[in-house]
């Protein structure tokens, strides 16, 4: 798969038409809509399914150097009211302040990120790495892995300094719930695909 096959089926979902459109009115910075809305809407594809089956919310990640909860509080108000008409779980989250909550509520360090995308290398799960922007006429896809775990329906544990053996295979084991097809690997012991040195969009403008 490619970026313009990537794209095209990941648009198969009317939600994700429907979040790109509107994204740049809400004039978010660095603003990605990332993982589950994307691979899992490419399983249903594979899996002969809706579109939308399945997908439980629709995550953005966006880059405010403001890290108070009032202003990622008034960025969740503003896109509530802008996809009010939408009949879906879509959840902005601000990437700049993941650092002040993450080790409370997991119990593990994660450091500071410097922009939306090192939040996509966080992922637990080598298919979950995915993201996409729009950019004037253009859409970016960023994607480190590139995407043949998605494509081979593989959920595959991505080694990185927050990763937890028992968050890793909950997730694995909601995913296999609700696709029976998919391959899940072992948290431990699982060669990692080669992470693209440069860490740059597949593709796109960026």
């Known amino acids: 798969m490619d970026k313009a096959a990537f794209i095209a089926a990941v648009l198969r979902n009317p939600i994700n038409r429907i979040i ?55 960025v969740i ?21 993941i650092h002040l909550w993450y080790p409370e509520k997991f119990g593990v360090p994660y450091p500071p990120l410097q922009r939306a995308t090192d939040g996509i290398d966080r992922f637990l799960a080598g298919a979950a790495q995915v993201g996409i922007r729009p950019v004037g006429a253009d859409i970016d896809v960023y994607a480190p892995h590139g995407f043949n775990d998605i494509v081979a329906l593989t959920v595959r544990p991505h080694l990185c300094s927050n990763f937890r053996a028992e968050l890793y295979e909950a997730k694995a084991a909601s ?5 029976p097809d998919l391959a899940v690997l072992p948290a431990i012991g699982v060669a990692e695909p080669t992470l693209r040195m440069d860490r740059t969009m597949v593709g796109g403008t960026g």
Not at 79 to 96: H, K, L
């Open 20 to 74: 790109l459109d509107r994204l740049p009115a809400l004039a978010l910075p660095d603003a990605w809509l990332v993982s589950g809305a994307l691979f899992q809407t490419i399983w249903n594809g594979l899996t002969g399914r809706p579109p939308d089956d399945g997908i439980k919310d629709y995550d953005i990640f966006y880059f405010d150097p403001d890290t108070t909860w009032e202003a990622e509080d008034a």
């Open 77 to 97: 108000r503003r896109m509530a009211a802008g996809f009010s008409d939408v009949d879906a779980r879509i959840e902005p989250r601000n990437q700049a302040r």
């Open 175 to 179: 995913w296999k719930a609700r696709w």
